[in-house]
């Protein structure tokens, strides 16, 4: 079952990764359109708040796929001298922190987004755009980070209970150490 959990997240988050990289690509291009009319002596105007909307949600969404990537940054001195059980341990900690880290986040950013919502609230800028209509997919995201954590983390300590130390390991502990390294 925790395989199956693991899996599936992967799988979700790689069509998330997909299509933030869409939205990137999508931003770019309306970058670009931009430096090209200004050029022409003409401009598309907000280009810089919309790659600033832009930026917050793919930070957002990113950071699922990132974790089940293992491509969060992480000191771990400690946990590289213990044996098995101590670095499943280490990385259930770690886990369990991030985890909690990011709820705290998610449920700090709802206010923000409801309060757009509920106001009717526009940006200060030359677009007025709708503040919810960002802020709303961008709490969204980081609902999506809280969540994927919590699976991890459920998925790894069922690992660990059965005693598959390597394969909780290899889902939540190596950050693409050499194995070698990994079991010394």
Request: some cysteine; glycine content about 10%; hydrophobic content about 55%.
């Amino acid at each position: 079952m925790p395989e199956k959990i693991l899996a599936l997240m992967k799988r979700l988050n790689r069509g998330v990764a997909v299509l933030i990289g869409l939205l990137l690509l999508v931003c770019v291009v309306f970058i670009l359109a931009e430096i090209v009319i200004r050029e022409l002596g003409a401009s598309l105007g907000g280009t810089d708040e919309i790659s600033g909307y832009v930026m917050a949600l793919v930070t957002s969404w990113g950071m699922g796929f990132a974790l089940l990537e293992l491509s969060h940054v992480r000191i771990d001195f400690l946990r590289g001298r213990a044996g098995a059980l101590g670095r499943s341990l280490f990385d259930l900690f770690s886990m369990f922190i991030l985890s909690g880290t990011i709820t705290v986040i998610a449920v700090r950013c709802w206010p923000v987004a409801e309060r757009s919502l509920s106001n009717g609230s526009r940006a200060n800028t030359p677009l007025e755009t709708p503040l919810a209509l960002v802020q709303l997919p961008w709490f969204a995201g980081w609902l999506w980070f809280a969540i994927v954590a919590w699976l991890t983390l459920f998925a790894a300590v069922l690992l660990v209970l059965r005693g598959e130390f390597a394969q909780s390991e290899a889902a939540i502990g190596t950050f693409g150490e050499d194995e070698a390294e990994v079991h010394t």
